[in-house]
């Protein structure tokens, strides 16, 4: 008999069926009548357990059992999707006699974060927790689909790189057969090399950075959705590009994600057609104006800056993304382009989410002699990046991209307190277990 | 002016349109007539330099340097793609003035592969490069397409991790803030947790494999393409998945990569609806008698034994797929589930595609008590797989699954001697750069 799914029993009304799954939630009455809550891929539905031999037959199982049920599929206005089955027959096919760590079956889990993560291999089939996951996945579909359609080629770099060359004290070190290897906290610079071959390349994959912070918002590694685009005209061109990006994962979220924006009562952001953008000197003197802080002259932001500017964005131009464009030349990495007109600030952004930064791009340097001036005049050696340079040595045109961190996307979307929350085995400077 | 690529010449005709890309050819004539193949992402067009003004703009241009063109489309049934460009007037973006390492406008690349690994920046620029990389990103986007068709939910799995579990040997370490951590050799573990969530997963994403090998077919960090799925009856069911999975990848490269399959002159492989399968000791039969030398008993097939195989599976069954089932237990991971009627051997597969091992599948154990014996039996302890074997302890449907080698699948598919030429930075134990 073929497997049907709880989504599925519409379709069978009157039908013998056959169904598996996870017994999510188990009420036995004193009458004997027994409540089967039945979980699979799709969904819940209930299963009304009567006649004493079944009942029988499933005496004993905790929640989280694994079976499989035969029964009849009956219309019942009060049941949660307008079916339940009834007269079920049962084969366990794993049975559970250990209470879980926390349950799992609530609308709310109530375990403290630590102790969730150090379950997480059953927390995480909490329907909610599920919904994280599944928003998370078509966030990096969405987010495919959409470059995709504008010509661009996945790329696969590599994540053992051979010299520490973006920023050498937060990388990881890796023995590598004697030698000494490091694990790429970005794919930077061989995006920036795919553009060469491809002009428009991307890549969803794990980064891995070794700073010591530990806070609510960062992780030691975590999944980076890069893009690098050629024959841009500048940065604005990036803004653009991430503008369609974001408005399209949102549009595919919409589409296809429906009953994980419900389950987790998402409020979509609002995304107009063109994001608001504010220069990097602008956004100072307004926070000074309208703040009463001075951080007129400083080469960054805070965090209670960028969540000033989010309020701002959102009364303003009812938009829960802004652009800061021109970040100081001194903040940012070698490989920046500077504002021709400006040149102590960037042709670079941040793209703040709800207050926060989401994204960091903007444009590079595209040829060999700005490099080596970009290098000599930070101190930094042209050995260190050589495999990198020589690109610029054979014709690179302008080029530029942005890295959005998924997890932080999925944390700003769904109002999550902890990133941690947003990926399915975090990683931070205490935690690598599960 | 919107840019044109040069796929789009023959929408044009007679207009004057702007195009950009890389000079890939540079032919001076002794008139003083140049002409130029432009590169860009869409492919290559011709364009007809007579003006001595235009001439004289691109003097001493070497290939590679990235220009700009405004010119006419004009019809010519000797062009490539029937159209080619006159009149142009050029913008420099990026002057080349130094000679390639070899040349990348012919077709076969005439460089020793360490010299073209060492220069892969411009050498993957080649069209015939490009190609191998375009089908790489299709079989990837083939893959998830089939799952994504069948409920399969996609997840990211941590690449660090705390314990050295599934064969301590050949991970590589990394310093983690003062405490020890490994890379991880595959998803496994994560992926059959998993399957305790969401039933049906897939990754695409790196794995990392510290073997001491110098092979042609081995490396030591490639792309895995992951499935593991719940409710099987055992291991045949995950072979028909794979044989949908591998008959799905060729038929959306057949839609969407004709122009690959063309330029790398591809064999499509005989791929018939349902794979043909032979049981590993009767394999080991058939060696003996057809072939004349006696491996039954051996634990493993050899390369030439794989070989043989796939020979017979052609010849035989019009199938350059070939699968060999009921691997000897001894020569499979502990989570492997036995052969219930011949628990000498395994519910576990190899797909041999072209008599090359391509995937390997199986069913695994789902019940705490087997895996607490198949521990104790390999004399492994519990502590050291504790966070994976609590899943067990919680209902696990029976599951299995499988893990492709993207490279080695298209080494396979296009014919490339060397694993190294399907990678575009690959690592080896010589080789961290670039």
């Known amino acids: 008999m073929e497997r049907v799914l709880s989504s599925e029993l519409s379709s069978h009304a009157g039908e013998r069926i056959m169904m598996a799954g996870w017994m999510h939630r188990i009420r036995r009455l004193g009458s004997g009548m027994v409540f089967v809550h039945l979980r699979d891929r799709s969904g819940i539905c209930q299963i009304v357990v009567e006649a004493p031999e079944a009942v029988a037959s499933i005496d004993g199982l905790l929640v989280e059992s694994v079976i499989q049920v035969e029964g009849t599929v009956v219309a019942e206005p009060q049941a949660a999707g307008g079916y339940e089955v009834h007269d079920p027959s049962f084969t366990v096919l794993s049975p559970v006699t250990e209470a879980l760590p926390f349950p799992i079956n609530k609308p709310v ?5 630590d102790t969730f993560l150090d379950n997480a291999m059953v927390g ?4 909610s927790k599920q919904a994280i996951f599944k928003l998370s996945a ?3 579909h969405g987010f495919r689909e959409v470059l995709d359609g504008k010509g ?16 050498g004290a937060n990388v990881f070190a890796i023995e590598y057969f004697g030698k000494q290897a490091y694990l790429a906290q970005s794919p930077q610079f061989y995006k920036q090399m795919m553009v060469g071959v491809f002009e428009r390349v ?30 841009i005209k500048d940065h604005t061109t990036v803004m653009a590009l991430l503008t369609d990006v974001i408005r399209g994962i949102l549009s595919y979220l919409t589409t296809h994600s429906a009953r994980e924006l419900e389950l987790l009562k998402v409020e979509m952001p609002l995304a107009p057609e063109s994001f608001p953008h504010v220069y990097f000197p602008d956004a100072q003197q307004w926070i000074f104006e309208h703040h009463g802080e001075d951080c007129r002259g400083e080469p960054d932001l805070a965090p209670q800056h960028e969540k000033w500017l989010g309020e701002w964005a959102k009364e303003t131009f ?12 001194v903040k ?6 500077p504002n021709p007109d400006d040149p102590k600030y960037s042709n670079s952004f941040d793209l703040l989410f709800r207050g926060t930064e989401l994204v960091t791009g903007g444009q590079r340097l595209n040829k060999f002699e700005d490099y080596a001036r970009a290098l000599e005049s930070r101190g930094m050696t042209q050995e260190a990046v050589a495999g990198y340079l020589e690109t610029f040595r054979f014709g690179m045109p302008p080029h530029g991209g942005f890295a959005i961190g998924l997890e932080r996307f999925i944390m700003q979307l769904t109002g999550l307190t ?3 929350e947003a990926v399915l085995f975090p990683r931070d400077m205490e935690r690598l277990q599960p």
């Open 109 to 113: 889990i109530n375990a403290h974060l």
């Open 124 to 127: 995480l089939r909490a329907p």
């Open 138 to 140: 078509a966030v990096a």
């Open 152 to 167: 661009f080629t996945e790329v696969a770099t590599p994540k053992i790189i051979g010299s520490a060359s973006e920023s």
């Open 202 to 231: 991307y890549e969803v994959a794990p980064v891995f950075r070794a700073e010591p912070h530990q806070t609510i918002r960062h992780l030691n590694e975590y999944v980076s959705m890069d893009a690098e685009m050629g024959f």
């Open 318 to 329: 009812q938009s829960d993304f802004l652009f800061v464009t021109g970040y100081p030349m």
């Open 332 to 337: 940012r990495p070698f490989y920046t382009a």
């Open 418 to 420: 902890n990133l941690r």
